[in-house]
């Protein structure tokens, strides 16, 4: 009775460990199964934020982009949203990942093609990893409202190596409510 049961102990962990070890299949889907992970640090320079701003993205006539700072953003079609952060004494590329978490999901995600982009499987949270020139230590990111959207509370939270640098709370209100 008992070569039975080490029998059994054993099979089961040779399956399990095979399992376990395996090659995934190659999936058209991408989905975001941890979204907390991120690559290895790429620099070995401490990074530290100077100034952040979250709000509505503004273009003039000339090409330049301001923010106007809010926490409430106007459900209307083509309405950019998005954050600029300024890091202090910083100059070259820098790898970031932002996670968007919505509260329900979207009709559609879209973004820029050749993104690093991934959805979670609920449809709720997105995670866009980009290497970004940082000219005068700024970096930004942007979305635009599409048919769609979900109302209530969004959350956007922006990492470098592994490192929560930033938060940005807001909410997504019908227009009437400006």
Request: aromatic share 8%; with cysteine.
């Amino acid at each position: 009775m008992r070569i039975w049961a080490t029998t059994a102990v054993l099979v089961s962990s040779w399956l399990i460990f095979g399992v376990i070890c395996s090659k995934p299949i190659n999936a058209t889907s991408v989905l975001v199964e941890n979204v907390i992970s991120s690559p290895a640090p790429t620099n070995t320079k401490q990074i530290t934020v100077s100034n952040t701003e979250f709000g509505l993205k503004r273009v003039d006539s000339k090409g330049n982009v301001t923010i106007l700072r809010t926490t409430r953003v106007p459900l209307q079609q083509g309405n950019a949203y998005g954050w600029r952060i300024k890091l202090k004494d910083y100059q070259g590329e820098v790898k970031w990942r932002e996670v968007l978490r919505l509260p329900k999901p979207p009709e559609t995600w879209g973004t820029d093609n050749g993104e690093d982009f991934s959805i979670s499987a609920d449809g709720t949270t997105s995670v866009t990893r980009r290497t970004q020139s940082a000219p005068n230590g700024v970096i930004e990111n942007f979305w635009t409202i599409a048919p769609g959207d979900p109302l209530g509370k969004h959350r956007i939270e922006v990492y470098i190596d592994d490192r929560l640098i930033s938060t940005f709370e807001f909410e997504i209100i019908p227009v009437k409510q400006i």
